[in-house]
């Protein structure tokens, strides 16, 4: 069995951390992502949320400028809860997007892979 990675800032594995505009981007770094096959990311919306929506998305390059394919989807569900977005295959970039602002309070992202 190959060693989880933490995708993000280590050791948290960090991402997204407790933003809540429309297209802010947290970008998944591109050594790691290819050297990947699985990723597990970890949606947060906080406390006091009450609406949003974040995307995963994937480009040939994180230099892309057009839109990006989509991955995952994660709608607001509630406040304080965590969502778990799994993702199989090897990617050339990957991004979290949000893509409806956060109402309320923030989201972070925290991932894995391996």
Partial sequence: MDNPVNIGI???????NAQSDADVV??????????VRELALYV???PGTSAGQV????????HFT???A???????AAANRVHN???TGTHLAVRVRISTAITGGTVSVYGTGN
């Fill in 55 to 62: 995307v995963v998305e994937c480009a040939h390059s994180i």
């Fill in 10 to 16: 280590s050791p948290s594995g960090l991402i997204l």
């Fill in 26 to 35: 947290g970008l998944i770094p591109g050594d790691i992502v290819r050297s």
């Fill in 85 to 87: 977005v799994a993702i």
């Fill in 66 to 68: 057009g839109t990006w």
């Fill in 44 to 46: 947060h919306f906080g």
């Fill in 70 to 76: 989509n991955l995952g989807t994660v709608n607001w």
